[in-house]
């Protein structure tokens, strides 16, 4: 089924510690983003990339970075992981054009100890 | 600083009742507004959105109401039913430049 895949589902981190946070589209999307999701804050835009090769920052960029190597993979990195980016992160992705619809993952549940 | 501000946070609607759902936004760069519908333990999907040269838009029982020089714009959910319980998020985009995304802080509808 086409679509697209974040791992891990969920992860218990120790602060201080890195760690990646997987998304991959096999839509051929262009367009893809980063949001982490917190009660009461909606969805809050972490970093995107429009094409592969380029980046940008979004809402709340710090302590986090991203790649975009190729169409298909967009990965989130914490270098040194902190209780406050414990939330639910959500990898999303659009295809050309911007009335094009986002489609998201199912999201992966970090906890910060 | 919130981009796009949605309110109600919360709303509890009798079945068969009116939802209204409104969010309000800033940049006039923005011109395509998507509502986004989430359900728990999953990710959101799209579930209607509009231009702003368009000032309503309606499938089935959603519509969109869209008031250009208010920048403002809200969704109304019509004959509610216990299967629309979810969370409901508006959002906003450019065609300008990085095509971000921002979306609102986020509905809880029961």
């Known amino acids: 089924t086409a679509g697209i895949t974040q791992a891990p589902t969920s992860q218990i981190l120790a602060a201080g510690r890195s760690m990646t946070l997987r998304c991959t589209q096999d839509?051929?999307?262009?367009?893809m983003y980063w949001y982490r999701q917190d009660l009461g804050l909606g969805l809050r835009l972490i970093h995107y990339?429009?094409?592969?090769?380029?980046?940008g920052k979004g809402e709340v960029p710090d302590g986090y970075s991203v790649s975009r190597a190729n169409t298909d993979d967009f990965p989130l990195t914490l270098a040194s992981a902190v209780p406050s980016q414990t939330s639910v992160y959500f990898c999303a992705s659009r295809g050309q054009g911007w009335e094009t619809e986002a489609f998201f993952g199912q999201g992966t549940r970090l906890t910060v100890v | 600083q919130q981009q796009v501000k949605q309110s109600p946070q919360s709303l509890i609607v009798q079945k068969g009742g009116i939802s209204i759902i409104n969010c309000a936004y800033e940049?006039?760069?923005?011109?395509?507004f998507p509502w986004y519908q989430q359900f728990p333990g999953k990710g959101p999907a799209l579930l209607i959105a509009i231009r702003p040269d368009v000032s309503e838009k309606k499938e089935g029982r959603f519509t969109i109401s869209f008031n250009k020089s208010a920048k403002q714009f809200s969704l109304h959910i019509m004959d509610s039913q216990p299967g629309d319980s979810a969370t409901y998020f508006c959002?906003?985009?450019?065609?300008?430049?990085?095509?971000?995304?921002?979306f609102g802080t986020g509905t809880r509808l029961l």
């Open positions: 959002a906003a985009t450019t065609n300008t430049g990085f095509q971000k995304l921002v």
């Open positions: 839509m051929r999307h262009n367009a």
């Open positions: 990339s429009n094409t592969a090769g380029t980046t």
């Open positions: 940049n006039t760069a923005f011109d395509y």
